[in-house]
């Protein structure tokens, strides 16, 4: 009877253990299909099918405004007169074409001249020197070391060819020197432009104010400046690839990071840093349109 009771016992002890695998399994079965399902509808939430467009983007999003990348301002001078304007407002200029003239310009030219004009002269010293010396050692080779006072007289006479040979190295250096001097000063005179652009502004009352710029250059490169967090700054990199948005012309393009500033703009303040960066944009967008610029994360 007890072994009886016994293998009972045993087989429903068999019998719950399948059941309790059988169990097992079913519940994992329906939690791996339930989370699987849980998955697919959030990507369905998030992620598009065909009545929206919204989808999860690994960047980080700016906005600013287009201004050139380089601005060239020329004052009045107001110690010599405009002697000739060479452009007008909104003309194109290419770099070194030439802005304007002021008085004065024409003497830089003389002055070159009469300088070049000492090369001659200096020039012909210079070989009478040198030849002399080497005709004064010469005798001083043949001459006799006992006669002590022609030996002397001899090397006295090179020694002072020398010096005039000096003097007059000294002198080719400072005719060179105020030569290359003259040339910078034509900057003051003749007024060129520093980049590819055009003339933005020519502003006749500067004359009277010379505080403000006569004439403003403005270049064809253009850039859009926005502020990045101390937080953000990780993540961007100058070189680094930007996708920029144009609103207002329903158009995309691809900028570029070219520079990112050292200190922050609100150093004085004791909130999060922010760095200005440059980004390149392209000539055809016009200048103050509002742009949207998103960096991916990688």
Do not use: C
Request: aromatic share 12%.
């Amino acid at each position: 009877m007890k072994n009886k009771k016994k293998i009972i016992w045993i087989f429903v002890s068999i019998a719950l253990v399948i059941i309790l695998i059988f169990a097992y399994i079913r519940i994992k079965n329906f939690i791996s299909t339930y989370q699987d399902e849980m998955i697919q509808r959030r990507n369905e939430a998030i992620f598009e099918d065909d009545d929206t467009d919204l989808e999860i983007k690994n960047e980080i999003v700016f906005t600013g405004k287009v201004a050139p990348a380089n601005t060239q301002n020329v004052y009045y001078n107001v110690k010599t007169n405009i002697k000739e304007i060479h452009v007008v407002q909104g003309q194109d200029v290419l770099k070194e074409d030439s802005l304007l003239t002021y008085h004065g310009a024409e003497t830089i030219d003389d002055q070159i001249t009469i300088q070049n004009a000492k090369f001659v002269s200096l020039k012909e010293d210079r070989d009478w020197y040198n030849y002399r010396i080497e005709e004064l050692k010469q005798e001083l080779e043949w001459a006799d070391p006992v006669n002590d006072g022609y030996v002397t007289s001899l090397k006295k006479e090179i020694a002072r060819y020398q010096t005039l040979l000096a003097t007059n190295q000294i002198n080719w250096s400072n005719a060179v020197n105020e030569i290359e001097r003259l040339k910078n000063s034509y900057d003051d005179y003749y007024i060129k432009a520093d980049f590819d652009g055009f003339v933005y502004k020519i502003d006749e009352t500067a004359k009277n104010n010379v505080s403000l710029p006569y004439m403003i250059l403005y270049s064809n490169d253009r850039i859009v400046t926005v502020e990045v967090s101390e937080y953000e700054l990780q993540y961007i990199d100058v070189g680094t690839q930007a996708k920029i948005t144009v609103e207002g012309l329903n158009k995309e393009y691809t900028g570029e990071i070219t520079k990112i500033d050292i200190m922050p703009n609100n150093m004085t303040s004791n909130d999060t840093s922010y760095f200005n960066i440059e980004v390149t944009i392209p000539s055809e967008v016009p200048y103050g349109y509002s742009v949207v610029i998103a960096v991916k994360i990688s």
